[in-house]
């Protein structure tokens, strides 16, 4: 069966309107992309120094602690007494070096990290780091003048 062939080229002028309304339609929903989608989890404003601070080559585990003073262990709030539990038990399973990193909130009270470094102490952490957010700007090393 042999179907008629009647297509032709088009070689009109094309007509803008559609273009410009995909256009903007691509554009908002480029620009609101983040705000449509929930991202789960606890705002924790790291505080900013000025120069760099050093890593740790050690096993490290994550503390997260926000501006009302709650812990936060491996993504879950946890009260006090709880997390120490979990602390020692992880201290106990391993047998390397470990260094407990603290994601503090830079409004949070500062007796909650005292609490949080003394616990880490009694059940034996080597190293306690306070996580902090790099500069903005470039840090000039020593000893080099512009």
């Not at 080229?9 to 480029?30: C, E, K, M, N, Y």
């Not at 262990?73 to 946890?78: E, L, S």
């Amino acid at each position: 069966m042999k179907l008629p062939r009647n297509v032709k080229i088009f070689r009109g002028q094309l007509d803008a309107a559609p273009f410009a309304g995909v256009t903007f339609l691509l554009l908002i929903f480029l620009m609101l992309h983040t705000k449509l989608v929930f991202t789960p989890g606890v705002r924790i404003d790291l505080p900013q120094v000025p120069y760099r601070v050093p890593g740790t080559t050690n096993l490290s585990t994550v503390v997260a602690v926000d501006m009302s003073g709650t812990f936060y262990y491996q993504g879950k709030a946890i009260p006090e007494t709880k997390l120490y539990d979990e602390l020692k038990a992880l201290r106990e399973r391993t047998k390397e070096p470990l260094t407990l990193e603290v994601h503090g909130d830079r409004t949070g009270k500062l007796e909650t990290a005292f609490r949080l470094w003394s616990m880490a102490g009694e059940i034996g952490f080597e190293n306690v780091q306070i996580v902090s957010r790099p500069p903005l700007s470039p840090v000039r090393a020593e000893g080099i003048t512009p």
